[in-house]
């Protein structure tokens, strides 16, 4: 046993195809093109069934991972993708964005020596297999209980509270603003990263299953809160994101040629303006493209903007590639595909001319000095180091707050004072009876997973009020 | 979808007016508030304030002028034809109360958008004077509607051909001039706006106006929707539409409207070259 489990902490990790970065720089294509069955089941055999799996520690949702995977391995197809929908709704989906290299992989024994299981290459896999060669057969429904739920926002968040309502016999109903379900799915996370038919696919799933999906209803507008009991609803979920872009404040912000990485993407994605004019709605093509910010958010506008033809790239960043908050994986394909990183630079002004439009931008250097209250070394200006850089077309990705459209309508649910939705960490109830919330717009923005965690609890938490009470 | 029941055509074709189905809208919306309209899978999200609201009938009315392809596209929807997505109603609501005299300038089809906040001030025991002007008789649209709403309606044309002479604003300043005015309310194109603004400056009265920068989501979370207001940015879809035109750059507002100019035109020559091919 401890000779083959050398062996397999030896064997090299079953690396995905990819789309080669100079030709995929250029489309909207998927970058990783799958796994075959054999390069899944080779994968799979790397596994060393851990009796105490420390991948399961790792996972938010404590997928039942060697298990899944011992599926695989054994061509269970079927029984493989069952066992993942255990614990998580959306394998296609977190099998793609889900941050494994801090999760259940940064976990794994087998990574101690050598490269950690692909749990995510292989969720994925099992994933498109079932929606590539599945039956499509529907988990079966409890008996009806007659019970009304009212879903506020279609992310992932809100799409698992859906799923695991309607599976328990009570009567879903999710109120979307955009004119399409599915959240950041939809309209942040470009295409090359998570096709969108794959997110279309997993809401047509619930949509069998009987969950209604009413989209362009803006709860606090359309509709409030207060109303949704009137009609007889006996519990709402409110997961409706972090939507509220930030700016970085500093003058010239307002040129043309200025937009917030949620417009920016939006009009990539929702509006798939990458199509432009065979769809209707434009995105600034930019020749010399800043990006601010280092997160998911800003790999994802600055791999957009290369696709759509710029001459560079940069992501303009006042710490040092350490504190990057993107995934590795992320900085690496973007940096693959040509886009540059300023790092400890720190943008100070808006360069523009007499058409108001944006020409460059005035940055300072940096350099790190005496770590701040997060523990990470704080950049500090180096005097008289300003310098311009050209940019005629600038996404600022440096974050995003709670949205207060939907929070400041419904005043007895309390928020704390980042505008947040105070929640039962637990339970996932808030402040105001028969009301729930999840995701973003309660931990602001995390991630996929932990939405999806959110929405699980709650979904447990809801379900025990429905027949238990409050 | 959102069915259309209604449907005319004015200003020798060049602004239409669509009376939709959209019940729930209908019992919510408020004067001021907007809509985002979009016409098909392809289609772009088109913000375009109510008009009109029938909470019985459950329907909005829009009017709109065709300037690019998105409503050169809207154009084409007739009557039983429907709107894939209307979303709303967004954006704040006018504050209607009772101030005493109040004059309401319109230009353009920023008095489709006029009307509705007319007949509210009205409603609200105000003495509304309107002024509403085009560029020739055959543009001005819905006089009657305006008459209806106010207690005066003056009408100008730039070149004469009925009504005042000259621009809106001169007919403004005589009312001014009387005296007593508490309040105006100017919608309508954007060098309009921020001359209104500028003369009712002069005279310190309150002055609102309905600003239409260019939008997304509607929602405040995309923020391609800002202005500047008194030096601070706002969302003009949450935090507006309307503002006092007194802090407004308009400057800024009439730049960042073209940012898109040059892709527009691109998108709606290859829309009419496909639509005349067919
Ligand atoms: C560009 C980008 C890239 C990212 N990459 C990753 C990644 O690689 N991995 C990862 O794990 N996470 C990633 N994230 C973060 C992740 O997407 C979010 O944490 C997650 O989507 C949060 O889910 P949610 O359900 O809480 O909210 P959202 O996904 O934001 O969904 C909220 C939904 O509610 C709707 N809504 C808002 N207000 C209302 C209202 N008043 N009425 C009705 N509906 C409303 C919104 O339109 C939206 O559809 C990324 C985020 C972005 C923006
Ligand atoms: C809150 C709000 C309410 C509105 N209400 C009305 C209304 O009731 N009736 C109406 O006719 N219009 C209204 N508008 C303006 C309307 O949304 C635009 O005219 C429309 O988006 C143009 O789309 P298009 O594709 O046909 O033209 P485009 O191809 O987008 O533009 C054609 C030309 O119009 C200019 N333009 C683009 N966007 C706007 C804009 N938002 N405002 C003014 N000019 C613009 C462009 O610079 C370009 O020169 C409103 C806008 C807002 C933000
Ligand atoms: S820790 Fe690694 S080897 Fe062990 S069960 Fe999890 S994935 Fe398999
Ligand atoms: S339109 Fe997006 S924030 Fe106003």
Redesign the interface.
């Known amino acids: 046993m401890v000779e083959k489990a050398a062996k397999k902490t030896k064997t090299p990790r079953v690396a995905m195809p990819e789309q080669d970065p100079q030709i995929r720089a250029r489309n909207f294509l998927e970058v990783p093109t799958g796994y075959t069955m054999k390069m899944a089941q080779e994968e799979a055999s790397r596994c060393l069934q851990c009796r105490k799996p420390s991948c399961v520690a790792g996972c938010p949702v404590g997928v039942d991972i060697p298990g899944f995977i011992d599926l695989i391995a054994q061509g269970d197809m079927t029984g493989a993708i069952r066992n993942l929908w255990g614990k998580n709704a959306l394998p296609a989906v977190c099998g793609r964005v889900c941050p494994q290299e801090s999760q259940c992989e940064g976990l794994c024994i087998v990574g101690r020596k050598g490269e950690p299981v692909a749990v995510g290459n292989l969720e994925r896999f099992c994933a498109d297999y079932e929606r590539e060669n599945g039956t499509g057969e529907l988990p079966p429904r409890g008996p009806l209980t007659g019970k009304k739920v009212a879903v506020v926002g279609a992310g992932p968040s809100g799409l698992t509270v859906a799923g695991d309502l309607i599976v328990k016999g009570h009567d879903v109903t999710i109120y979307e603003a955009f004119h399409k379900p599915g959240g950041v799915l939809v309209y942040g996370i470009p295409e090359f990263r998570l096709p969108k038919a794959i997110v279309a696919q997993e809401v047509n799933f619930l949509e069998r299953q009987g969950v209604k999906v009413e989209c362009n209803a803006v709860v606090g507008r359309t509709v409030s809160i207060d109303e949704l009991f009137e009609q007889d609803y006996d519990a709402v979920y409110v997961g409706v994101g972090a939507g509220l872009p930030r700016f970085m404040n500093i003058p010239g912000e307002n040129y043309v040629g200025i937009l917030s990485a949620n417009e920016y993407l939006t009009r990539a994605n929702l509006m798939k303006a990458y199509k432009y004019p065979d769809v209707d709605t434009p995105i600034p093509i930019g020749k010399n493209v800043v990006v601010l910010g280092a997160g998911n958010v800003a790999m994802d506008s600055a791999r957009t903007a290369m696709r759509l033809g710029a001459e560079s790239v940069k992501i303009v960043y006042r710490r040092s590639r350490e504190e990057m908050p993107a995934r590795n994986a992320e900085i690496h394909h973007a940096e693959e595909e040509g886009i540059e990183l300023f790092l400890l630079t720190n943008p100070t002004k808006y360069i523009g001319n007499e058409k108001g439009r944006l020409t460059g931008m005035e940055c300072l250097r940096m350099e790190l000095g005496e770590p701040d209250d997060s523990g990470r070394r704080r950049p500090v200006a180096i005097e008289g180091s300003e310098f311009e850089v050209d940019c005629d077309l600038c996404i600022v990705a440096v974050g995003s707050g709670a949205n207060p459209l939907l929070t400041s309508e419904t005043p007895d649910m309390e928020l704390n004072r980042w505008g947040n939705v105070v929640t039962n960490e637990a339970t996932g109830k808030t402040t105001k009876k028969g009301v729930w919330a999840g995701g973003d717009i309660v931990t602001g923005a995390a991630t996929v997973i932990l939405a999806m965690g959110a929405g699980r609890e709650a979904a447990d938490s809801i379900h025990d009020y429905l027949e238990l009470g409050w | 979808m959102f069915k259309i029941v209604k449907r005319e055509e004015m200003s020798e074709g060049t602004v239409i007016l669509n009376e939709i189905e959209a019940p729930?809208?209908a019992q919510?919306a408020l004067p001021g508030q907007f809509v985002i309209l979009?016409a098909n899978e392809?289609?772009?999200?088109i913000p375009l304030t109510m008009a009109d609201t029938d909470p019985e009938k459950g329907t909005v009315t829009i009017i709109y002028m065709v300037v690019g392809?998105?409503t050169a596209?809207f154009k084409e929807l007739q009557v039983g034809d429907s709107f894939?997505?209307?979303?709303?109603?967004?954006g704040k609501a006018t504050h209607l109360e009772k101030v005493g005299k109040v004059i309401c300038v319109g230009g353009g089809t920023g008095v489709a958008v006029l009307h509705p906040i007319t007949r509210g001030l009205k409603d609200a025991g105000n003495d509304v004077t309107c002024i509403i002007g085009a560029r020739n008789k055959d543009l001005l649209i819905i006089e009657e509607q305006m008459k209806a709403a106010s207690h005066d309606l003056r009408v100008c044309t730039d070149d004469g051909s009925y009504g005042h002479h000259g621009f809106v604003t001169e007919v403004m300043k005589e009312i001014l001039d009387e005296g007593d005015t508490k309040l105006v309310v100017a919608i309508g194109p954007v060098p309009m706006m921020k001359a209104v603004s500028n003369i009712t400056k002069e005279y310190d009265v309150e002055t609102l106006v309905s600003l239409n920068p260019i939008m997304?989501?509607g929602?405040?979370?995309?923020?391609?929707c800002?202005v500047?207001i008194g030096g601070e940015?706002k969302f003009a879809c949450?935090d507006g539409p309307e503002f006092d035109g007194h802090k407004v750059d308009y400057?800024?507002l009439m730049?960042?409207l073209?940012?898109?100019r040059e892709?527009?035109q691109?998108?709606h020559d290859?829309?009419c070259t496909i639509r005349d091919a067919k």
């Open positions: 729930l809208i919510k979009k392809d289609g772009e999200r392809k998105s596209l894939q997505d209307v979303i709303g109603p967004l997304v989501d929602t405040g979370m995309c923020g391609g800002r500047t940015t949450v400057d800024e730049l960042r073209n940012a898109y892709e527009e691109k998108s290859h829309y």
